[in-house]
């Protein structure tokens, strides 16, 4: 089953507060980010198109 997350935005919202923790801790201790890559509002929105097109197929039972 894929997961239900109800949109991609939710899924970037969560991703974001996950990699910056470790990055944030790392800050702390001197080192440098431990994850570096950064969603631009173009890698969001493809992101987005590959969400809806996967819930629209697994909700057509072509999976």
Do not use: C
Request: hydrophobic share 40%; no cysteine; glycine share 4%.
């Amino acid at each position: 089953m894929p997961y239900t997350a109800p949109d991609a935005q939710t899924i970037v919202d969560n991703w974001v507060s996950l990699t910056s923790m470790p990055n944030d801790l790392n800050r702390v201790m001197g080192y440098p980010d431990a994850y570096l890559f950064v969603l631009t509002p173009q890698v969001i929105e493809k992101l987005s198109y590959l969400h809806r097109l996967v819930h629209r197929q697994w909700h057509l039972g072509d999976y």
